[in-house]
């Protein structure tokens, strides 16, 4: 007999797999990422409806019954979806429908099949609800530095990973995505680096979760080459944990500008 999951879930990818049925790629709160094959999810019942209420689409967030595939490679079932948020305010700005694009590509690459975060799920739902609020840029890559964390991929971004000399504002410092942490210039890096202002690199290392972030305002609106430069050091980060350029990274000059030396 199937053993049914009832969970509570954000759609990261869904795949047309028929004229009739998805693949769809959800980050569960209890039971971490599934691939469940979502059968008649697109078919038009006689009434008029779909068996799931709708097709389930991207950032969409639901409680869902399933069954586990029997091992990672395999795809699991979805046989119920119940619609809770379709985050119409995220969908109805392109830039946040930008940045939740890049966070779900982002989740996939860098979390494990089937292996729980319900604290980082409750961050990003948090996250998710807010990116087409105010601070909008600043939760983005709270985010992505959440899923970082959470990974054991956060960047060690205080102090020189060579010398041990505290990173300072005003003062150029190198990022080495191959190390995963800061470096003063005049230490011999390893890899490639990029070069950044040590301000940018504290702000980054003492960024609050999502959900501190939603309950505080900010002091005064964050330097836009800054945040952009902030961008390139978490997506330089991600991009050496998984070993492999993010398909979505072209994004970010949509959302931050075209990225400059600050």
């Not at 990261?12 to 209890?30: K, P, Y």
């Not at 399933?66 to 969908?91: K, M, S, Y």
């Not at 998710?128 to 970082?148: D, G, H, I, T, Y």
């Amino acid at each position: 007999m199937a053993n049914y999951e009832k969970d509570e879930a954000i759609c990261l990818r869904a795949i047309d797999f028929s004229e009739t049925s998805q693949v769809v790629t959800l980050l569960t709160r209890q039971n971490g990422i599934v691939a469940l094959l979502a059968k008649g999810s697109r078919k038009m019942a006689k009434a008029g409806t779909f068996s799931f209420g709708a097709p389930i689409d991207q950032l969409a967030r639901g409680e869902v019954v399933f069954i586990l595939p029997r091992g990672t490679a395999e795809l699991g079932t979805l046989t119920a979806w119940n619609l809770l948020d379709h985050l119409a305010a995220v969908r109805k700005s392109l830039p946040a429908f930008l940045a939740g694009q890049i966070l779900c590509e982002v989740i996939i690459a860098l979390l494990s099949p089937h292996e729980p975060h319900p604290e980082l799920y409750d961050e990003l739902i948090a996250g998710f609800s807010a990116l087409a609020e105010a601070q909008s840029k600043r939760m983005f890559l709270s985010m992505a530095k959440s899923v970082l964390a959470a990974t054991g991929y956060q960047p060690h971004l205080e102090n020189c990973l060579i010398c041990k000399t505290p990173v300072r504002p005003g003062v150029r410092a190198q990022f080495c995505p191959g190390s995963g942490g800061a470096c003063c210039i005049g230490c011999p890096a390893q890899s490639k680096t990029l070069q950044v202002d040590g301000g940018v690199l504290l702000a980054l290392a003492r960024l609050p979760a999502p959900s501190v972030l939603l309950s505080s305002a900010a002091s005064k609106p964050a330097d836009a080459a800054a945040l952009r430069a902030a961008a390139a050091v978490l997506m330089a980060a991600i991009e050496a944990a998984t070993d492999r350029p993010l398909r979505t990274r072209w994004a970010l000059d949509a959302l931050f500008g075209k990225r400059r030396t600050v």
